[in-house]
Structures are given as C-alpha cells and as structure tokens.
C-alpha cells in the first residue's frame, strides 16, 4: 500500500464501504472516489478530512503512508488561518515569494491553495512551503513540504524560512548563532555558498516545525 488510491482502496475494502458511501461521506461524486483509487488526483481541504474521519484514520498517513492508519487518541488543540473555510488543522501550501511578504498575503491570494494537515502542534499562521533546490539535502529534499510556522522562536541551529532585504523571495537555511553574530547555514556541504552571514538585511519569516514527503 504504496500510494494514496491503493490506501484507500485497501482501507475502505476493508470498512466494508461502497464507493457510494465513501462519496456521500466526502461530499464528492462517485467517479471522484474512482480516481482517488487510480491516484489520479487526490482529496483536498474538506474532502480530504471529511474522508479520513469516515474511514476512522489518520489523515497524514492516509496522504503519505507514514506513521499508524489509525487516529491520534487526542486531538492537539489548533486553530487556522480563516481562509474560505477550510477545515480544522489544514494550513496552506504558498510560493516562496508569497512566504518572502507572508504579513502582507489576503485571504484572496490562498482560497485557491492546496491544504494539509499538520502533525504537530502550531499556531493558526501556519503555512506550507515546497522544498526547491538541492541546497538543504540530505536533511531535505527536493519536493518535499515543509510546516514553517511564524510564531516559533528562532533560536540557534533551528531550519528557518528567512527574507533577505535584497531578493523578491524566501530562502531556507539552518540558522546558526556564534558570539552574537548570526549566519544561514546550507544543510548540504557542497552548496556553492554554504554560510549567508546576515547583519540586519534579513527577517526570520518562520521556524520548520514538521516535514512531509508527498510521494
């Protein structure tokens, strides 16, 4: 059970449940829950937690294959950013520029923006980030989310999502503090440039609190 249609398929055959039943449950059409099966697409915001609840699972292993099938015993107390209505602890995943001026992003700007839910506690500024580049390798990959929430303090040897005063975007690195002075360390020691000093031209936009791999 390597994919998301074949958890699924192998969930809800073993619930004994229809198609029908799952498709009423998550307020989608038959065919939907035909090619989730087929991983063709997959559930989003509502549907994907709607989903999980009326198969009695959990929804991160449900999306990804890790940790248990089976639902956290209690429920960590979360709050979200009020966007279009989205679900209970499902916060969005945004493009490195919009992380770069994540204050100043409306509400408009993420109504169309894919949701997850995150494994750990975090606050309702949460947002989701994809991994680009090979420079945080091997600790991270390419094409891998990232949970970076805001309201976590940066203190020394944390992974952060930082603004430098001079790029339209985010970066991210692993901040290191040395007598008083700061830098943004490259996970990978190949990097080109593995050590960014920063003297005031950046702002530590947010702190990885969790990670995910899609696939």
Not at 3 to 10: A, N
Not at 103 to 123: E, F, G, K, Q
């Amino acid at each position: 059970m390597d994919t998301f249609g074949s958890r699924l398929f192998h969930l809800r055959k073993a619930r004994k449940l229809t198609q029908s039943s799952i498709a009423k449950a998550s307020g989608v059409s038959r065919s939907s829950v035909t090619l989730w099966e087929q991983d063709t697409n997959k559930p989003k915001g509502e549907s994907l937690m709607a989903l999980a609840s009326f198969l009695k699972c959990d929804v991160n292993w449900l999306l990804t294959g890790q940790g248990s099938p089976e639902p956290a015993k209690q429920e960590q107390e979360t709050t979200v950013v009020s966007v279009a209505l989205k679900p209970q602890g499902s916060y969005p995943v945004i493009s490195w520029v919009q992380a770069g001026g994540w204050n100043d992003i409306h509400l408009t700007d993420l109504h169309d923006a894919d949701y997850y839910p995150c494994p750990v506690r975090c606050s309702k500024n949460t947002f989701l980030l994809k991994v680009v580049g090979k420079s945080m390798n091997p600790v991270f990959r390419e094409g891998e989310l990232i949970f970076v929430d805001p309201d976590v303090e940066a203190v020394n040897g944390k992974y952060v999502v930082a603004r430098l005063d001079d790029e339209n975007q985010a970066t991210f690195k692993q901040l290191i503090i040395e007598d008083g002075k700061k830098f943004l360390q490259a996970a990978n020691p190949d990097w080109p440039t593995p050590i960014i000093p920063i003297n005031g031209n950046c702002t530590i936009v947010g702190v990885v609190i969790s990670s995910m791999k899609l696939f």
